[in-house]
Every structure is written in C-alpha cells, then in structure tokens.
C-alpha cells in the first residue's frame, strides 16, 4: 500500500473551503490591490513632484510662466509631504468606472503667495496624476495633464492640495 | 513508489500565494524605482548648477588673476544636458526641463558674448581680470 502523499479528511476539507473562500474573496483582493498601487503612485508622484519644486527645475513651458508670473517659484523652497488621501465618489457612467479623489496634504515655510502655492500644488497633482497612469499603463487614455487619470477599475481625479 | 519529486499541497498553496504578492509588489517597486532615479538626476543637475555658480562667485572673490579650471562632466545620469551663464545666473537645460541658480550681478564674458554655453565633456578656464572704473570681470575660455 501506499503510504505517501495521504492526507486526512478533515485537512482536505478545510484546505477546500479556504480555497473557497479565497476564490470568493478574490473580487475584494484585487480591489484593494489596485487601491494600493493607486495610493503607492500617489505617493510617488508626490515624492517627483515635491523634489522638482522644491528644486525649481519646471519643463520649459511652465518655467517660462513662472519666470514672467511667478518669480518666487524659480528659486527653490522647502516642501513637506504629509498625507495623501483618497475619498470614493461614487460611479462614473460616462467612463465606467468607480471614481475616486486623491487630497495630498502638504506643508511648505517659504512660499506665502496663495497663487505661488497654487501653482506648487498643481505641479504635485501633475506628477501624482501621471504617476497613476504610468502604473496602469492608461497614458494613452487621458489628455496631456493626465486629468483624468485612470487605472483598471478607477477614474482618479486630485483636489488641490492642501497647505497646513 | 516515487519517492522523490513531489511537493506538498501546503507548499504548492505558500507558492502561490507568495508568487501573487510579488507581482503586486512588483509594480509598485518598478514606480518607485523610476521616480528615485528622475529625482536623482534633477538632484544632479542641480548640484551641477551649484558648483558652477560657487565657482564663480569664488573666483570673482579672489581677485583680479584668480582662475579655476572646471571639467564638465559628460552626461547627466546618461542625459545630454547645457549649461548657459550670463550675468543674472547660470541655466541648465536637460530633457525637457530648465532649472536656474542666480548669482550676485556681475559681468561675465566669453571675450565677446555675454552669454555663454557650457557643452558637455569639455574643459574650462574661469578667470577674474580687471575691467575698467577697477570693476572685476568673469571670463570663461574653452581650454
């Protein structure tokens, strides 16, 4: 007789039902899953975008701008990332998907102008934007300031960021 | 009986489950990778800017017949990049980005431009000579 490879009956059932549980659950899994890499590219975003301000090194377009509208942003300031958020908004029947809003949470000692801080903040929600898109390879869906972005199963959009 | 080349049904479950964990953490890395390495060529470029006008303003400190040999480096983290100084600060300009440092208003020639492109991968004289009314100017020569 074979001795290997037996199990008992009881192992053999609960080893079907965690299958079966985890089948089921698979939905919530990959929901989660995805949030997580939406929260994980914000943050990246955030990281990119913060260190080009904080930096002040823009694209051309928007260092031509700034040189013309908003000289404080062409030397650079200290900027602190604190949290980013997401808020659900129900769902999008024109784009088919559940929506979403990112809010970064932000700090910044230099900058006092609310136009400069504006400007600052719309740079971060850029690359916070961009990011997402990146991830879930959907750069070809959106316009070019990746407003909206998407990713599999989401319609992302940012709130201006908020200075505390 | 086979005794060998066979896997527990525990260990093929574990297998899994470890396998679907690092494919979801796989795309997260892959971002985070390439956002540290964008913010680490904007922090090149930066220290790169910097260097240069500490340069200068060194140089103009020290005097009529103080000079400083600066080598460029080739690429910025494998991106072409050029510098241009003029009196009001030094621009750098990589991919599609500018970035700016200004520097104290002081005169800076070539010999006849007052703006001056810096190319990759050459070398540079920046000297401080005297000018007339005893004003100091900056003149940077392609060695």
Known sequence: MDFHGQYVLEYI??????I??????????????????????ARSGV???SAMDGLAIYPHEKFDNYIKKHPRLITGSKIYFIRVIYEKDGYDPIYKKKKIKLKIYASIKSVYN???RECIGDRINYYVRRSICKSFNTENLTNTYYNPAFSDNYFITTYDVVWV | MDKNGWVTVDFMVAFMIILLTITSIIAIISDRVETVNSVQEIVEAKILEENIVGIIEAVYSGGPGCSYILKMPSKIRNKSYSITINSSGV???FGNNIGTEFINPIRITEGKHSNILLEPDKTYNISNT???DNNNEI?????
């Open chain 2, 91 to 93: 621009y750098i300009f």
């Open chain 1, 13 to 18: 059932l609960i080893l079907g039902f965690s």
């Open chain 1, 20 to 41: 079966l549980v985890s089948l089921s659950s698979l939905t919530l899994v990959y929901d989660i899953n995805e949030l997580n890499t939406i929260m994980a590219s």
């Open chain 1, 47 to 49: 990281l990119l975008g």
């Open chain 1, 114 to 116: 609310v136009a400069d």
């Open chain 2, 130 to 132: 005297k000018f007339r």
């Open chain 2, 139 to 143: 003149i940077v020569k392609k060695i």
